[in-house]
């Protein structure tokens, strides 16, 4: 199976634009979740959707929304861009809704670099 | 508050020895998961091993096992016969779960960096 993909793989932007990355899960996963990685805060979860569905939502202003299409496809949307978003954008797929470990294993995409100038 | 916690920031470890990563957790959830991911250089975070807070035995993958101590929310990862190629960030993390089908969201510590010398 092929894995989790994300596009853009870099970004480079400029104060008070807005950007949109996607992510591909693995075929047949139906959950997706988002993460921001920067070295002065380490892995920030972002947010969770399953079957187009926000399930889980982490600590981030209203700036950044996603979400998900009927073929578990996401897009993550980052609205007036700031200095400090810059960050690797980590996405990750389960399949999820089973409650078994092996199901709810979250696999993740290599991530796309967003630096923000 | 921080749930997980690794105290070692990186570690130097000699190629064919074993290393062990430290990792505690916070929760008073009695159902819950607890992940090991390895981050290269590259970015892309891969996982590596699973222990379920009600599994009795230690989980093992390969050369990566977990030394799990339920009572004192530990979950230390143990790699054997280290590689070059171990090299990277280790993260432990952590998935409460919420119903028989719903799990929380997946929560890291902060990372060790482990540099493995030949």
């Known amino acids: 199976k092929a894995g989790v993909t994300q596009t853009p793989r870099y970004l480079i932007k400029t104060r008070g634009q807005q950007v949109t990355l996607s992510c591909s899960p693995i075929s047949g996963h139906r959950s997706v979740s988002w993460y921001q990685q920067t070295p002065g805060q380490g892995l920030q979860f972002l947010f969770e959707?399953?079957?187009?569905?926000?399930?889980n939502k982490g600590n981030f202003p209203g700036r950044f929304s996603g979400r998900q299409f009927s073929n578990s496809r996401s897009e993550m949307n980052v609205s007036t861009l700031e200095l400090g978003d810059s960050a690797l954008y980590l996405c990750?797929?389960?399949?999820?809704?089973?409650?078994?470990?092996?199901?709810?294993?979250?696999?993740f995409g290599p991530g796309t670099r967003l630096l923000v100038l | 508050a921080q749930k997980i916690t690794q105290t070692q920031p990186g570690m130097f470890v000699q190629e064919k020895e074993a290393v062990t990563l430290d990792c505690t957790y916070d929760t008073s959830d009695q159902s819950y998961g607890l992940f090991w991911y390895k981050q290269p250089s590259s970015g892309e975070m891969i996982f590596l091993i699973y222990q379920g807070s009600y599994d009795e035995q230690n989980a093992t993958e390969g050369r990566y096992s977990l030394n799990f101590q339920k009572a004192r929310k530990s979950a230390n990862l143990v790699i054997s016969a280290s590689q070059l190629g171990d090299s990277a960030m280790y993260f432990c993390?952590?998935?409460?779960?919420?119903?028989?089908?719903?799990?929380?969201?997946?929560?890291f510590g902060a990372g060790t960096q482990v540099v493995v010398t030949p």
């Open positions: 959707y399953f079957s187009e569905t926000q399930r």
């Open positions: 990750a797929s389960s399949y999820g809704g089973s409650g078994r470990w092996f199901e709810e294993t979250q696999y």
């Open positions: 993390a952590m998935r409460e779960v919420l119903t028989t089908d719903s799990w929380g969201k997946l929560q």
